[in-house]
């Protein structure tokens, strides 16, 4: 299976504080994608990065990949209270392929 | 900015009974996708639509699962006769690249 699995499972910080989500594949990919749902609520889509790609940065998030590991990870700078939500990684093998989604992150920013 | 829309958001059926959910992907779209969500458990594919065809199916997408592009912007996921292991977050998809963007979701609880 090339399922992604996130840890931690539950992460609580402050408000302001750094947040690292991170998440391991078992097979080779074309592209990691960061998804965010809150609660009951649909997945929003934060950030794509490519097999070829080692960090991308998108305002106040930055991934990181690392195919040799089979990990990325998910940083949110400056968490803000709005951030709270599941953090979830998601694979694909091909272009247009299917998406495999881990078991997530639940985020939890304390004001 | 385009979204997917989904409807309804909530349904309420039951057991034995056929639904029907709707889905709009984003008009330029040319790749549609259904994923599920159980309560609590990871989102799950079902089922990817190109060219007006079936391009992968999941162990879940069985026979009492169908899906159709009546016109050139709905596309619906019928379930025949639903079970209560159906109960879940419907999400539908559309991508023209890498990137898929999510409906909101349609909540389906089988009584």
């Known amino acids: 299976s090339q399922q992604g699995e996130e840890d931690p499972q539950a992460l609580s910080i402050q408000e302001g504080e750094n947040a690292t989500m991170n998440c391991s594949y078992k097979t080779s990919i074309n592209n990691l994608q960061w998804y965010r749902q809150n609660s009951g609520r649909g997945l929003v889509h934060l950030i794509l990065?490519?097999?070829?790609?080692r960090e991308k940065h998108s305002g106040r998030l930055r991934v990181t990949l690392d195919t040799s590991k089979k990990s990325s990870s998910l940083l949110i700078t400056a968490s803000r209270a709005a951030d709270t939500a599941s953090y979830f990684c998601a694979t694909d093998m091909n272009r247009d392929d299917k998406i495999i989604f881990g078991k997530g992150t639940r985020l939890h920013i304390l004001p | 900015e385009p979204e997917v829309t989904q409807t309804p958001s909530h349904q309420v059926t039951q057991m034995g009974q056929e639904v029907i959910l709707r889905c709009v992907p984003i008009?330029?779209?040319?790749?549609f996708y259904w994923y599920r969500q159980i309560l609590g458990q990871k989102v799950e594919f079902l089922v990817s639509?190109?060219?007006?065809?079936?391009?992968?199916k999941s162990e879940i997408f069985d026979d009492q699962f169908s899906v159709e592009r009546p016109d050139g912007s709905n596309f619906t996921l019928k379930i025949r006769s639903t079970k209560l292991e159906d109960s879940a977050m419907y999400f539908c998809?559309?991508?023209?690249?890498?990137?898929?963007?999510f409906g909101p979701g349609t909540r389906l609880l089988v009584l």
């Open positions: 998809a559309s991508s023209v690249a890498e990137t898929q963007y």
């Open positions: 990065i490519r097999s070829n790609e």
């Open positions: 008009s330029n779209h040319l790749y």
């Open positions: 639509f190109y060219n007006n065809e079936i391009s992968e």
